[in-house]
């Protein structure tokens, strides 16, 4: 009996327990939205490899970024990316630059297209700030077939968030990013690589 007596306090401890990890919900996962669909150029004037995206290390994290002060940074638990953020980009930056080059033939790195110019990219900004604003910026390199530089430049886009919420802030980030592919594509048409 007495036994009993000490063993009831615990099993309703760990009942309760059990009770409140159960009762934890899962985070909330979230895609970027999707990119216009394009067809490929039937008569393309170039091909372009765009390679795997290199992420600032805090970027590369399953958690959405929130940049709270000017120094400080946090990942939410709660609200996180359903798939690799860096994924996601280049999947998006693909399908933009294939909309914006629509004589281009834009794939990724592993085609086999000889003489194709390569694309890489550095993300070092992709996150909500405290002001309500969505950044993206990072650097793009244009290289030959042979790997000679062609171009370095930068990219840098803002979007201000419509409402509160993290739906909200990845909605202005898609923007954003859709607004840096457009700034890469016009340098791109500017510089006459493609001809």
Not at 65 to 70: A, C, H, I, K, S
Request: glycine letters at 4%; hydrophobic letters at 40%; a negative charge.
């Amino acid at each position: 009996m007495r036994y009993l007596a000490n063993i009831l306090p615990l099993l309703s401890l760990s009942l309760l327990l059990s009770a409140c990890a159960s009762s934890v919900t899962p985070p909330a996962r979230y895609m970027l939205p999707s990119s216009p669909a394009v067809d490929a150029p039937a008569q393309p004037q170039g091909t372009l490899h765009v390679r795997s995206l290199r992420l600032a290390h805090y970027l590369d994290v399953d958690g959405i970024v929130m940049q709270l002060d000017d120094i400080t940074l946090n990942e939410a638990r709660e609200h996180q990316w359903a798939e690799s953020l860096a994924r996601q980009l280049e999947r998006t930056l693909r399908a933009h630059l294939a909309h914006e080059l629509p004589t281009t033939q834009v794939v990724r790195e592993e085609s086999n297209a000889s003489n194709a110019l390569t694309l890489q990219l550095e993300i070092d900004q992709f996150q909500g700030r405290y002001d309500g604003v969505a950044v993206a910026s990072g650097q793009w390199q244009l290289r030959t077939a042979s790997n000679e530089l062609l171009a370095l430049k930068s990219f840098t886009a803002k979007t201000e968030l419509n409402e509160d919420g993290y739906p909200a802030l990845v909605r202005a980030l898609s923007t954003s990013w859709a607004n840096s592919a457009a700034q890469i594509a016009n340098q791109l048409l500017q510089g006459n690589y493609f001809e």
